[in-house]
């Protein structure tokens, strides 16, 4: 057998998703596809946690918009979504609540019709409130007792500050204090036409986007509200977290940076893919494959709505934690001091670029990406334009990005355990 020619794209078309204003202010992007019998209506609120003023409501409000409507049980919900085959995920993330329902075109109305009750007509009943609070409480107190919690949690408040609203961690018992009013008031207040766009993917013909924007044109229309300005992030270079009897520490390294739309953002990504952005990284062949301190080793840009940072984390034996400090940083030093070889940069450009392709290979992850680009205030088409950058950047590009935004000195570093 012949392998077949490796073709690396040079460049790659995503189509423009259709943009409609409804009367109530609410936006809906329509990315028609007539390959797939499927359909997926993704509902972006900005109402994750950065805009809460009670602590968990935002959480809340998200994960209980489903546990009993003005017409529907939570019960009754669940098994008209399981008798269709329909899916529904809700995510909520610092800055923005994500939730999609997902169903066969043939069963859409139907679909649509349980969508309507869950984000036109939540009860957040009381029993339901009160049971929520407890298992989360629980599940929460469980997770603090891991040391990688804990080191997310601590590089958070190190990289933006403890009262930053992307820094600031709230204690278990805040969840006691949670009342229904809370999240009626959040639900309100967040849960509007104008703070949400909606994104529907698949087989949607017109009678598709005419329903769905009819459902969505009865969101209540809410008050066009300014961005309530954020603290300056006020950054703390080391902490350590002792946790007692730990037998694993938690690490992470990094720094404040910038998002998406800077210039040196995708340049940025190349270098953090260098690092350990993949299997074969620096950081996995020398803490893992060289020196066996770890299973595993990431490091990845980070973009939130006001700020992206760079971040690396692992864990490691407790007796190895100051190794696997000292290799970290001398890989993130190569990186400033030595150019990076030809046959390595081709290899990360390619893995970013297959798995570009990999993420947009259907209607969905096209309207993945989409979601992004229109949260970051850009068309389809700057898709194309990151991977011309990623195409062309060079070992000078690499080293001048690591020098400028990677000195020891802005590093920093939380080890919990």
């Known amino acids: 057998m012949t392998q ?26 329509t990315l028609a596809s007539d390959d797939f019998e499927v359909l997926r209506v993704t ?25 009993g409507t003005r017409d529907m049980t939570a019960h009754q919900i669940a098994e ?27 069963y859409f109305r139907q679909t649509l019709a349980v969508a309507e009750q869950i984000l036109l007509h939540p009860l957040f009943p009381e029993e339901e409130v009160a049971s929520y609070r407890e298992k989360r409480k629980q599940r929460l107190r469980i997770e603090r007792m891991k040391v990688e919690t804990e080191a997310r949690e601590a590089f ?19 969840y006691d204090d949670l009342t229904r009013d809370d999240l009626l008031d959040f639900y309100a207040r967040h849960y509007t036409a104008r703070n949400c766009f909606v994104v529907c993917s698949g087989a949607a013909d017109a009678a598709v986007v005419d329903a769905v924007a009819e459902m969505a044109g009865q969101l209540p229309a809410g008050a066009d509200r300014a961005a309530e300005p954020f603290p300056p992030a006020v950054t703390t270079p080391h902490v350590a977290v002792p946790h007692a009897g730990a037998v ?8 404040l940076l910038f998002g998406r739309n800077h210039p040196d953002y995708v340049g940025m990504q190349v270098v953090a893919m260098l690092l350990g952005g993949y299997f074969g990284s620096r950081l996995m062949q020398n803490l893992r494959e060289a020196n ?72 969905f992850g096209i309207a993945d990406v989409t979601i992004e680009n229109i949260l970051c205030g850009r068309r389809n088409d700057v898709v194309s334009e990151n991977l011309q950058r990623i195409r062309a950047i060079t070992p000078a590009e690499v080293q001048r990005l690591a020098v400028k935004y990677l000195p020891r000195e802005a590093l920093v570093t939380v080890v919990a355990g």
């Open 80 to 106: 008209q979504l399981d008798y269709y085959g329909s899916w529904y995920d809700v995510n909520v993330d610092r800055d923005y609540v994500y939730i999609s329902f997902c169903s066969l075109s043939k």
């Open 43 to 67: 509902f972006v609120f900005r109402a994750g946690s950065a805009m809460q003023r009670v602590p968990f409501s935002a959480s809340a409000a998200a994960n209980m918009l489903a546990e």
């Open 292 to 363: 066996g301190f770890t299973y595993g080793v990431v490091a990845a840009m980070v973009n939130l709505e006001r700020e992206g940072y760079l971040a690396v984390a692992t864990q490691v034996a407790r007796d190895a934690t100051e190794q696997a400090l000292a290799e970290i940083y001398r890989e993130i030093e190569r990186l400033r001091t030595e150019p990076v070889a030809e046959e390595e940069l081709s290899l990360v450009r390619n893995m970013m670029t297959g798995e570009m392709m990999r993420i947009l290979d259907g209607p």
């Open 156 to 174: 958070a408040r190190a990289l933006f500050g403890p009262a930053h609203p992307y820094g600031i961690t709230w204690p278990e018992t805040a």
């Open 248 to 255: 694993q520490s938690s690490i992470r390294i990094g720094r």
């Open 4 to 29: 077949p020619p490796l073709v690396i794209p040079a460049t790659v078309e995503v189509p423009q998703a259709e943009k409609t204003t409804l009367s109530n202010g609410a936006t809906l992007y």
